[in-house]
């Protein structure tokens, strides 16, 4: 199980010691966080498969970069900001396919609907193997 904590830690007086400030579980892909002013523990938790590929791949390659982002308080504005980017770019190409397609675009003409979201679903798939290699995976 890989548990990344913050080096700073705060006093949480309903468990009477001191707990990092900040926790990244990669495996559950859960960020937690002890509010100072509400004296309550946050949780996030992500569900989507590529930022689970993601941690996993930076907890193997690059710890270092998520141990900082951990310390710095950063972790949840960066896996919100990459959980964005990759589905905006999948959404993108998938929409650019769709416009340049002649298939797809037959089946548009003939209200082949069947067709259409089969296409559909294997663009995303290919956009998401392009965007994978691009985003997820560094």
Known sequence: MSRYKSEQTVYNPLKKKYVPLWILDT???SVTHFNT?????????????FIRYHLHYS????????????NDGK???YLDDLE??????ISRQVELWKQTDSCYQKAVLSGDTEKMLG???CFVHMAREAVFECMVYI
């Open 37 to 49: 002013d509400t004296l309550a523990v946050e949780s996030k938790t992500y569900n989507t498969d």
């Open 119 to 121: 296409l559909e679903n």
């Open 59 to 70: 907890d193997s390659k690059y710890p270092d970069r998520l141990r900082r982002l951990v």
């Open 84 to 89: 964005l980017k990759v589905s905006e770019a």
């Open 75 to 77: 972790v949840i504005q």
């Open 27 to 29: 495996n559950t892909m």
